[in-house]
């Protein structure tokens, strides 16, 4: 599939399968990650982390619902696998970082 008809014909998801991706398909994503620009090329200060834990995952579940007040909530619809992008703020006081991690 080309990009074009990828994301002309790309859906939300909220039901997953419960198995687990395999590690190969994992580092095909975090290696399209990884390729995104960030600006100022602060790639050092940009971070991928990837939560497979069951429990872990149940744990941001809980905290998530609660902040959103709806216990039942889950955010990530069950998904065996969660990638969480995220940055340093710049010491100039420059929001990108904000872009970089969108």
Not at 29 to 49: F, K
Not at 85 to 100: C, E, F, L, N, T
Request: aromatic letters at 10%.
């Amino acid at each position: 599939m080309d990009t074009l008809t990828a994301i002309a014909t790309r859906r939300s998801t909220r039901v997953y399968k419960p198995e687990q991706i395999s590690d190969s398909q994992l580092q095909t994503v975090l290696a399209a990650g990884w390729a995104s620009p960030v600006g100022h090329g602060a790639y050092d200060e940009l971070y991928i982390s990837v939560v497979q834990n069951p429990k872990i995952l149940e744990n941001f579940a809980e905290y998530c619902g609660q902040a959103f007040g709806n216990p039942k909530y889950n955010p990530f619809y069950g998904a065996p696998t969660l990638i969480v992008i995220s940055a340093k703020p710049k010491d100039d006081g420059q929001m990108v970082y904000i872009a970089d991690v969108g």
